[in-house]
């Protein structure tokens, strides 16, 4: 294994070069001296035998001198391992970029209306819309107390059951909030489809009992500063969430991607609160 890594290591580190590449092309042509090949392509014949050099231990060339000729011919080696193992990292990536196409057609799906009735009718209640050229605005009334409602954002075990989309396949590793202000947040997601977990994290900008929740997202510099208002009339609690992006760009993809997600995530919520009333 450890020879079969140097070899690798060695035939990539050799084609990583422009020069060492068209070499290899030229050769491939036809035989050349060491000389020929550095006037060829503008060199010293010191500066051309280095790269011969690294192409030679590579195994992708074998000179031969005679005299004082050094002539270059490409080598035997048929690269069938380095072409194995772009093959193999090619099919992992299709399978991956497949899995992705899962994902977003799972997230388009949210756009037409659930099988379910009740499903239906508790995701046309969420409203999302534009507004000016970087803001993005989502409405829901919940039937529950503002005190209710807000316990549900305030509350990181009560927030984590219904903050992620249950169609989007992804699970929560972990989750650290210290919901106040000046307090910090730190969700990391796993899904199937990806090795690695993802990590959303910011910062609280403003904690307001029963009124307002305000912090940033910064796992990218395009992530949004997010505002969240809590209004009671009658029983039953008004949210309005309210995220501004730094560029138009940001906000468009945040609706077309994540942002989605969002009637599903009120829809939850409402499930949450109607068993704890």
Same mark, same amino acid.
């Given at each position: 294994?450890?020879?079969?890594?140097?070899?690798? $290591?060695?035939?990539?580190?050799?084609?990583?070069?422009?020069?060492?590449?068209?070499?290899?092309?030229?050769?491939?042509?036809?035989?050349?001296?060491?000389? $020929?090949?550095?006037?060829?392509? #503008? =060199?010293?014949?010191?500066? =051309?035998?280095?790269?011969?050099?690294?192409?030679?231990?590579?195994?992708?060339?074998?000179?031969?001198?005679?005299?004082?000729?050094?002539?270059?011919?490409?080598?035997?080696?048929?690269?069938?391992?380095? *072409?194995?193992? !772009?093959?193999?990292?090619?099919?992992?990536?299709s399978?991956?970029?497949?899995?992705?196409?899962? !994902?977003? *057609?799972?997230?388009?799906?949210?756009?037409?209306?659930?099988?379910?009735?009740?499903?239906?009718?508790?995701?046309?209640?969420?409203? %999302?819309?534009?507004?000016? $050229?970087?803001?993005?605005?989502?409405?829901?009334?919940?039937?529950?107390?503002? #005190?209710?409602?807000?316990?549900?954002?305030?509350n990181?075990?009560?927030?984590k059951?219904?903050? !992620?989309?249950?169609?989007?396949?992804?699970?929560?590793?972990?989750?650290?909030?210290?919901?106040?202000?000046?307090?910090?947040?730190?969700?990391?997601?796993? #899904?199937?489809?990806?090795d690695?977990?993802?990590?959303?994290?910011g910062?609280?900008?403003? %904690?307001?009992?029963?009124?307002?929740?305000?912090?940033?997202?910064?796992?990218?510099?395009?992530?949004?500063?997010?505002?969240?208002?809590f &209004?009671?009339?009658?029983?039953?609690?008004?949210?309005?969430? #309210?995220?501004?992006?730094?560029? &138009?760009?940001?906000?468009?993809?945040? !609706?077309?991607?994540?942002?989605?997600?969002?009637?599903?995530?009120?829809?939850?919520?409402?499930?949450?609160?109607?068993?704890?009333?």
């Amino acid at each position: 294994m450890v020879h079969y890594q140097a070899r690798l $290591d060695a035939t990539f580190a050799a084609l990583s070069d422009v020069t060492r590449r068209g070499v290899l092309e030229q050769l491939g042509r036809s035989d050349a001296s060491v000389s $020929d090949l550095a006037q060829r392509f #503008h =060199m010293t014949l010191t500066g =051309m035998g280095k790269h011969v050099s690294i192409l030679e231990e590579a195994g992708l060339v074998t000179t031969e001198k005679v005299g004082r000729v050094r002539t270059c011919r490409l080598g035997i080696r048929q690269l069938e391992e380095e *072409a194995a193992w !772009i093959e193999r990292h090619r099919e992992l990536w299709s399978a991956r970029f497949d899995a992705l196409d899962e !994902i977003v *057609a799972t997230l388009n799906a949210r756009r037409r209306p659930m099988a379910s009735e009740g499903s239906s009718a508790a995701i046309k209640r969420t409203a %999302v819309e534009r507004k000016g $050229d970087r803001e993005l605005v989502v409405t829901r009334t919940f039937d529950a107390p503002v #005190h209710l409602v807000f316990e549900a954002w305030r509350n990181p075990e009560l927030f984590k059951r219904w903050w !992620i989309p249950k169609s989007a396949g992804m699970s929560l590793v972990s989750g650290d909030m210290d919901i106040r202000t000046g307090g910090t947040y730190r969700l990391v997601f796993k #899904h199937p489809a990806f090795d690695q977990p993802m990590a959303f994290f910011g910062t609280y900008k403003e %904690v307001t009992e029963n009124t307002r929740l305000v912090w940033t997202n910064e796992e990218s510099d395009q992530g949004a500063l997010t505002t969240v208002t809590f &209004e009671e009339k009658d029983g039953k609690t008004l949210v309005t969430l #309210h995220e501004l992006y730094p560029t &138009e760009a940001a906000r468009d993809e945040a !609706i077309a991607g994540s942002a989605e997600g969002l009637p599903e995530q009120f829809a939850q919520l409402d499930e949450l609160l109607a068993a704890r009333a």
